[in-house]
């Protein structure tokens, strides 16, 4: 009957499944929406919700962790209970919800507590994209009739694999020209569009999705194989605390038998040979994601301009997607074969060379940090003060004062519009200092008073109006990477309107004896003007802080000056390519290889175990960078770096060690055994993570999720490749 249906569907081709159009649409919208807000999240939890670089860390890998959870939780719930359709219907709603939550806390009118609803967001859109991550691939592939469509079923991946890539890059690209250049509620930046664009794309893929249902081929529930494998392990302890000692067995997984079936047994012992060699995932995962934390924090304080034309710090990450798209041909065709002339065949061995790109990716990354932490700005310790005082008087002072500092504990001389400094005063306590300041022009007269040094910040005077006004400078480097500009007049009242224009066409107006005012311009030319002409430019330079001074009236004439607090941003952000082409090198060596020596090793009742575990191993290594981050073993970014780079190559030593051991498998083709009652025989509806596997050649598919590749291997695939010439799978 078989052979008769394949001949009748040789001379009728079944036709392509229309259903396909509106999965291919939905998961562009889902990973549009996911990768969008993951690119800026950590920029907005330290710009808008003003957590320091390592609580935003902290954050961006929690969430990155549920993300990685979920997908078992999607896993049982779609395979033993809802199925695909209605998993994946719920929980998009869900994911859509946390969009829009993440959207309205960044509307600043709305006066929402921004903390908690972007937590609740965050915490939605785990739940929505982790649990929906083991689903729509299988889903796609019910759509297909196996093994008519076989070829069909590949190119359905293949667009598959496209519009994860397509939604990631573009979304990449476009949400952080949403954040920056678009200017709403009054702010220099629109967080708000940016999040909100993602999310509508959301809402988009929702309806999409619903709007194939007459389309669909629905599968029911067929049970999960994750509780199949719970099941097996916990009757074998169970029976090895009851029997060991009467009916002592070769394996203790031996002890299950009676309840799952001899079949489960070996299969379970075949699966936790392979899970030994998955211990030292996580901390590969723990280096590539920080590819969204720590590296765009590193590119916020780098010079982005090429040729007239500013790269954002964020848009950096779609450098990945774009090699990605590069290197897995020049992969297959170039290089494995280059690898195997060296005897690099194997795949554990990719795995450990993938490995160990990625310490290379992250010494790299060091080497960069140290670039930067030369050039870094000085900024006020836990015990040190800064002490600023901005001359804005038409005349030149002379200081008299307590304060034990070089050149002022005699006197010192701050010119007219001039700038005096002192960037590292010894500060425990909050103290204040006599002065006396005086002006060999009569015009200008004499200021005593107080000045003060406090610990942790930096102080600073402006003298205008015959006074000296107290404010708090900001010496910091820019946290979005942005220039600031203050500007501060001393003219009277009523004498002109002065604005600042910067290279957006943002125009902002300026009081008289503006201290308090520092204003995030756009790199480029700013223009201070009066009355709408031109009276100062300013190059503004990505991380400067800079400060404009002006006196003087109508009657007289005004006089202008311009001050770098902090200098711009030297270390040009193309340094960061190296690193970014290793770690991709690294993905590519390591994830699809991972994935395809895991498949192909593993019996096929076990796939979906196997993908699950995966998963799991990036949530582990999500974890492990939190812990590091909240350790804060070194003040040194580069330091941080080196560690995580040491821990990958004594992981990859390990790891090593645990594949020297390990015998590669063949799997024959696998029918109904005859193992009892009670064994478990899974079909691809059980495996539930994978989609169906076609009956012959593996196929590479990318997964609905941003570690790239699952692969499915068919019920006859060797390992005989491996143990020869990995020419051999091509």
Not at 52 to 69: I, R
Not at 311 to 330: E, G, Y
Request: aromatic share 10%; net charge neutral.
């Amino acid at each position: 009957m078989v052979s008769s249906s394949f001949k009748i569907s040789e001379k009728e081709p079944v036709k392509y499944p229309k259903s396909v159009g509106f999965i291919i649409s939905n998961e562009f919208c889902e990973r549009f929406n996911y990768y969008g807000m993951r690119t800026i999240l950590v920029l907005y939890l330290t710009s808008k919700l003003q957590y320091d670089d390592d609580t935003s860390t902290v954050l961006f890998h929690v969430f990155t962790m549920l993300v990685y959870l979920c997908p078992l939780v999607g896993a049982i719930v779609a395979d033993s209970w809802l199925g695909k359709f209605k998993t994946i219907l719920n929980l998009s709603i869900v994911y859509a919800i946390g969009g829009v939550i993440m959207a309205l806390g960044a509307v600043p009118v709305l006066k929402l507590p921004v903390q908690a609803v972007t937590i609740l967001g965050l915490v939605l859109i785990a739940i929505g994209t982790g649990g929906i991550k083991p689903c729509v691939s299988a889903f796609g592939g019910d759509q297909f009739r196996l093994p008519e469509q076989e070829k069909q079923l590949a190119t359905f991946f293949s667009l598959f694999y496209f519009a994860i890539n397509a939604g990631s890059m573009i979304s990449t690209s476009v949400t952080p020209i949403l954040r920056e250049d678009v200017h709403c509620f009054g702010d220099n930046d629109c967080f708000s569009l940016a999040f909100g664009v993602p999310a509508v794309l959301m809402l988009l893929s929702v309806v999409i999705f619903v709007a194939g249902k007459r389309l669909y081929v629905m599968k029911p529930p067929a049970g999960n194989m994750i509780l199949g494998v719970s099941r097996c392990i916990s009757q074998a302890i169970s029976g090895w605390r009851r029997e060991r000692k009467t009916k002592p067995k070769a394996h203790w997984l031996d002890y299950a038998e009676p309840a799952v079936g001899s079949k489960m047994v070996s299969d379970v012992k075949t699966l936790l040979k392979i899970l030994v060699l998955f211990l030292p995932f996580p901390v590969f995962w723990a280096l590539f994601d920080q590819q969204g934390s720590r590296w765009t924090f590193q590119a916020t304080r780098m010079d982005g301009e090429i040729f007239g034309f500013f790269i954002k710090p964020d848009q950096m990450q779609v450098v990945n997607p774009l090699l990605i798209l590069a290197f897995i041909p020049l992969f297959d065709y170039v290089l494995y074969p280059l690898l195997s002339m060296v005897g690099i065949r194997r795949p554990l061995q990719k795995l450990t060379l993938g490995g160990l790109l990625a310490a290379g990716a992250f010494l790299l990354s060091a080497f960069v940090e140290l670039k930067l932490e030369a050039v870094a700005p000085v900024v006020p310790g836990p015990t040190t003060s800064q002490l600023r005082i901005y001359n804005g008087m038409p005349c030149d002072y002379k200081f008299l004062t307590e304060f034990p500092m070089s050149d002022m504990k005699n006197e010192s001389h701050v010119p007219a519009l001039g700038l005096w400094m002192e960037r590292e005063v010894p500060s425990a306590m909050l103290t204040s200092y006599r002065f006396d300041a005086s002006s060999a022009d009569p015009a200008c007269p004499g200021i005593s008073g107080m000045i003060k040094t406090m610990p942790g910040k930096a102080v600073s005077y402006f003298i205008a109006n015959d006074r000296m006004h107290e404010f708090m400078d900001s010496p910091e480097q820019p946290k979005l990477g942005n220039p600031l500009v203050r500007v501060m007049l001393n003219i009277p009242a009523g004498q002109g309107n002065f604005t600042i224009v910067d290279a957006a066409n943002t125009v902002t107006e300026l009081a008289s004896y503006n201290t308090s005012q520092l204003i995030t311009v756009a790199r480029g030319k700013a223009v201070l003007a009066l009355n709408d002409q031109v009276v100062m430019n300013l190059t503004a330079r990505a991380g400067g802080v800079y400060v404009l001074m002006a006196n003087g009236n109508f009657k007289e004439g005004f006089n202008y000056q311009q001050h770098v607090v902090t200098e711009p941003n030297s270390v040009h952000m193309m340094w960061q390519l190296p690193q970014i082409i290793v770690i991709t090198a690294a993905e590519i060596m390591f994830s699809i290889t991972g994935l395809e020596f895991s498949f192909t090793q593993a019996p096929q009742s076990m796939k979906s175990v196997l993908q699950a575990c995966w998963l799991l191993s990036v949530a582990i290594g999500n974890m492990l960078v939190v812990v590091i981050a909240e350790l804060k073993f070194f003040e040194s970014q580069a330091a941080e770096f080196a560690l995580f780079a040491g821990l990958m190559i004594i992981d990859m030593f390990i790891f090593m060690l645990l594949a020297m051991r390990y015998k590669y498998v063949t799997h024959s083709e696998e029918g109904d055994p005859e193992a009892g009652e009670k064994s478990v025989r899974p079909n691809n509806e059980q495996m539930g993570q994978l989609p169906p596997a076609a009956p012959s050649t593996p196929q590479r598919i990318k997964n609905n999720e941003d570690h790239k590749e699952t692969t499915t291997a068919t019920n006859g695939v060797t390992n005989e490749a491996y143990d020869h010439n990995e020419e051999d799978m091509k």
